[in-house]
């Protein structure tokens, strides 16, 4: 696994530990970022005998041998792009019965969104209708081709591309202290929440979603409890705590959400207008409020 992702897998790791694991988590960012990779070591982690990767009990050496009776793997067929209804429907048949080894069965799709319609609305019956202890894995790579029912129906977890330098440049630094100081006026009731520093609309989006979502994918580290160490805004760790106790984990995941629609509609080459964009950020922000 990308030592990058660690964030990512302690996160899925705490949803276990503390009984919290969603039946469906979709795995969302651009193509090559180790999406799949990430499932698939989880999914090793969590059907693992001794939940460590030992590699030498039962299940790790089945899922060495890419045999595993409760991993399923579903891809494109060799020489098609797509993902046949066929191969949705054997899934929903297979994991209505019970694991073969006791445990959960995962599942990984991957892509996703290599699910043509017809595919994708056979797969939706089982996202609405779960049964036993099944874990699902869609790999998202933000092409904006998997459907509202099928997005909303998931857990999402957001990968950022690798070219987003974690160790903030000044400028970048400062925007960011801005953004916090604003972020917890609105939780606090003491901003009026689409009024802010003029100076945002001359910022490219790109840069003010990239700072957003680092800062909301702490406050959901936080919320689980996940080590401090994976904190990538450790010096402001007080803050994104005090955010954290602040949201409603469901409400928050809803403005998570509607910033990465935003960023996906900005990669499709989309012209948003940039005040309002902002403002409908900052107004779910102030939704999610407990």
């Known amino acids: 696994m990308n030592v990058a992702h660690q964030a990512q897998f302690d996160l899925l790791k705490a949803a276990f530990l503390q009984n919290r694991l969603s039946h469906a988590y979709l795995l969302s960012g651009a193509i090559g970022l180790g999406k799949t990779d990430l499932a698939m070591t989880f999914a090793q982690w969590l059907l693992c005998d001794h939940k460590n990767h030992c590699g030498k009990c039962r299940s790790c050496l089945l899922m060495k041998a890419s045999n595993h009776p409760d991993f399923i793997l579903i891809q494109p067929e060799?020489?098609?792009?797509?993902?046949?209804?066929?191969?949705?429907?054997?899934?929903?048949?297979?994991?209505?019965?019970?694991?073969?080894?006791?445990?959960?069965?995962?599942?990984?799709?991957?892509?996703?969104?290599?699910?043509?319609?017809?595919?994708?609305?056979?797969?939706?019956?089982?996202?609405?209708?779960?049964?036993?202890?099944?874990?699902?894995?869609?790999?998202?790579?933000?092409?904006?081709?998997?459907?509202?029912?099928?997005?909303?129906?998931?857990?999402?977890?957001?990968?950022?591309?690798?070219?987003?330098?974690?160790?903030?440049?000044?400028?970048?630094?400062?925007?960011?202290?801005?953004?916090?100081?604003?972020?917890?006026?609105?939780?606090?009731?003491?901003?009026?929440?689409?009024?802010?520093?003029?100076?945002?609309?001359?910022?490219?989006?790109?840069?003010?979603?990239?700072?957003?979502?680092?800062?909301?994918?702490?406050?959901?580290?936080?919320?689980?409890?996940?080590?401090?160490?994976?904190?990538?805004?450790?010096?402001?760790?007080?803050k994104i705590k005090k955010m954290a106790l602040l949201v409603s984990s469901e409400k928050f995941q809803r403005c998570i959400d509607k910033m990465i629609e935003k960023q996906s509609m900005i990669a499709k080459g989309i012209h948003l207008n940039q005040q309002l964009c902002l403002e409908d950020v900052f107004i779910e922000w102030e939704k999610s409020c407990l």
């Open 78 to 238: 060799e020489k098609k792009q797509t993902i046949g209804i066929d191969q949705v429907r054997a899934l929903s048949e297979k994991i209505t019965h019970t694991a073969q080894q006791g445990g959960y069965q995962v599942v990984v799709i991957s892509p996703a969104d290599a699910m043509p319609v017809m595919a994708a609305n056979a797969l939706l019956k089982t996202l609405e209708e779960p049964t036993g202890k099944v874990v699902i894995f869609l790999i998202d790579n933000q092409r904006g081709l998997l459907p509202a029912t099928i997005v909303s129906r998931c857990q999402k977890i957001v990968f950022l591309s690798h070219h987003v330098d974690l160790r903030l440049e000044n400028n970048t630094l400062a925007l960011r202290d801005e953004l916090l100081t604003h972020l917890e006026k609105i939780l606090d009731k003491r901003a009026n929440t689409i009024l802010f520093n003029p100076a945002w609309l001359k910022i490219k989006l790109t840069v003010f979603f990239q700072q957003l979502l680092l800062i909301a994918s702490d406050v959901v580290r936080m919320q689980l409890g996940v080590d401090k160490k994976l904190i990538i805004n450790q010096d402001v760790s007080d």
